[in-house]
């Protein structure tokens, strides 16, 4: 049976340059890419985020997965991160932001997953596209009006969230399931490299460096020399191989490249 989509992936983390502990945990292995950006301090954030990818490593090898995989993966590292808090007595929490891979009736699909504001991108035909969308009080500003992107950027509320995995919140991931099309690039990321690398130039670099694992680590190292005052995490995926039909496989130099339309679950965009 062919697979619903082949990829090839790169990732790359940096301490940074403020703080002691690198927070972040990142999966990156088909069929799952996952960054968590663990909060806390005192280690309970890197606990935190090891315990939700190592929840969804047991998802590794396998061909394709479905939401309910996913809820249940979640629901784990939910489980998981709440027995941290229970037996520190911290406020241990983390992000979780990627893609997995899926199918539906045989074709190849990503699912997205976000709670939190670690981000998931996609760069297709050239652009580049957040999947995802933020839980945070800066993004709750920007939709209301009173802040722009650019202000954004400075303000000194940006690293508030209102959504995570533990760190007292109860909040629901959001998911968004879409088709996957051969050349399409995906971006998974910590807000240390959103933070120190404007999106024009993310895309330049992910246009730019064709091996993922070099995407990855041109990257963090901008982030680091930008400022690195948080730590990153990238991981880059490109589907080289898509199921279009049952049985049929489309190769990365044979398809249009443009974007489709997302179909948007549990909430999803804005």
């Given at each position: 049976?062919?697979a ?11 301490t ?52 309910d ?15 941290l ?11 979780l ?52 992107a ?51 130039r ?8 064709r091996?993922?694992?070099r995407?990855?680590?041109?990257l ?51």
């Open positions: 049976m062919t619903p989509l082949t990829v090839v992936a790169g990732s790359s983390t940096h940074g340059r403020r703080r002691a502990l690198n927070e972040d945990s990142s999966l990156a292995c088909a069929p799952v890419f996952v960054v968590a950006d663990g909060m806390g301090g005192h280690e309970a954030g890197e606990r935190a985020s090891a315990a939700v990818t190592t929840a969804f490593a047991a998802l590794i090898g396998r061909e394709a997965l479905g939401l995989d996913v809820r249940q993966a979640l629901a784990r590292a939910r489980g998981a991160v709440d027995a808090v229970t037996t520190t007595s911290s406020r241990a929490g983390t992000t932001s990627g893609v997995v891979i899926s199918s539906v009736d045989g074709l190849g699909y990503w699912l997205a997953l976000n709670i939190g504001d670690s981000r998931t991108y996609r760069f297709a035909g050239g652009e580049l596209e957040q999947i995802t969308v933020d839980h945070s009080v800066i993004q709750e500003l920007i939709d209301a009006g009173e802040l722009t650019e202000t954004a950027m400075h303000d000194t509320r940006r690293n508030v969230i209102t959504r995570a995995i533990g760190g007292g919140s109860s909040g629901d991931a959001d998911f968004w399931l879409f088709p996957a099309d051969a050349g399409d690039r995906m971006l998974v990321c910590s807000d240390g490299l959103t933070a120190e690398v404007p999106d024009a993310i895309r330049e670099v992910l246009a730019q460096e091996d993922p694992q995407a990855a680590a041109v963090t190292a901008e982030a680091v020399e930008a400022g690195g005052r948080d730590n990153i995490t990238v991981i880059v995926v490109d589907a080289t191989a898509v199921a279009a039909r049952p049985g049929a496989v489309v190769l990365s130099d044979e398809v249009d490249e443009a974007t489709r339309p997302r179909e948007v679950l549990n909430g999803g965009a804005r």
